[in-house]
């Protein structure tokens, strides 16, 4: 089991790939932070891991929201006493339409939680990570393919994945000297 003793927070952890996420970091040893803005699909992932015989707590939370992302952090560190793994996994899509008949209420929608939500999660975790003894810690970013190759009609959801790497190689970068290391996956 390589985590064993680490702790992951994932987000995003309700369903797909932050669900499945979630499994793997727990079959490793790790104590798991389920969090999902849908509280009943966060809660089913953290009972699938402690069935299994792991460690995890759900929270409800919505990455987009400062406080809400500090609360779910502090609360992985006073639940299981560190941070050693952040996975920037919650993101949505908006509606496929023509760029012409994109709403600012889905643009917006899309940049807060894919990119607003990721920086808030990553801010806050170095914050914890630079603190903690021994300091340090891993932060991944879900990025996206449709960065490189879009689909037609994904404006918001591609340009917040481009920003997504820079934001990843930015914390990569500023954070190394504090033993952060921060990556992507592009699935």
Known sequence: ?????????V???????????????????????????????AEETANLITQAGG??????VD??????????????????????ILFNNAGIGARAVPIEDLTYEDWSAVVAANLTGAFLCAQQAVKLM????????????????????????????TATKHAITGLTKSI????????????QIDI
Do not use: W
């Open 55 to 60: 460690k995890a707590i759900a929270l409800t």
């Open 130 to 157: 630079k603190e903690q003894t021994p300091r340090g810690g891993r932060i991944v970013n879900n990025g996206s393919i449709s960065a490189h190759t879009p689909r037609p009609m994904s404006a918001p959801y």
């Open 63 to 84: 990455v987009s929201k400062g406080a809400e992302v500090q609360q779910m952090l502090e609360r992985a560190i006073a639940e299981f006493g560190t941070l050693d």
């Open 172 to 183: 990569a970068l500023d954070c190394r000297q504090f033993d952060i290391c921060c990556g």
């Open 1 to 9: 089991m390589r985590l064993n003793g680490k702790v992951a927070v």
């Open 11 to 41: 987000t995003g952890a309700g369903a797909g790939i932050g669900r499945e996420t979630s499994l793997v970091f727990a079959r490793e040893g790790a104590a798991v932070v389920v969090s999902d803005r849908n509280g009943a699909t």
